[in-house]
């Protein structure tokens, strides 16, 4: 059974930097893209960044290319996102997920059926 864990969520003055883990068991990463995704107040849930686990590929939304940086540790199991210059647009519950890796890469919702509880951030001074 897939659990995934997301811890790092915080209070941080905008332009400030935060990083949030996604700690997973029960599954063999290899196989795996993780997605970090994003839900505000009365929006949609977003799609940040993924992670082939295997190869470190990884994929961004324009909303975030060159202020969130997505890793993996192997040895931990953990997926990392690394977020800069932070704004109050960026203010939402956090959520990684995890699907198969097939074909490209996806920031779609719908294509990943684990997730974990969600860890909240907000940008505010």
């Known amino acids: 059974q897939v659990q995934l864990v997301e811890s790092g969520g915080d209070l941080v003055q905008p332009g400030g930097s935060l990083r949030l883990s996604c700690a997973a068991s029960?599954?063999?990463?290899?196989?795996?893209?993780i997605g970090w995704f994003r839900q505000a107040p009365g929006k949609e849930r977003e799609g940040v960044s993924c992670i082939s686990f295997s190869t470190g590929r990884t994929y961004y939304a324009d909303s975030v290319k060159g202020r969130f940086t997505i890793s993996r540790d192997n040895t931990k199991n953990t997926v990392y996102l690394q977020m800069n210059s932070l704004n109050s647009e960026d203010t939402a519950v956090y959520y990684c997920?995890?699907?198969?890796?097939?074909?490209?890469?996806?920031?779609?919702?719908?294509?990943?059926?684990?997730w974990g509880q969600g860890t909240q951030v907000t940008v505010s001074s």
């Open positions: 997920a995890a699907r198969i890796a097939r074909g490209d890469f996806s920031l779609a919702p719908g294509q990943y059926p684990s």
């Open positions: 029960g599954i063999a990463l290899g196989f795996y893209h």
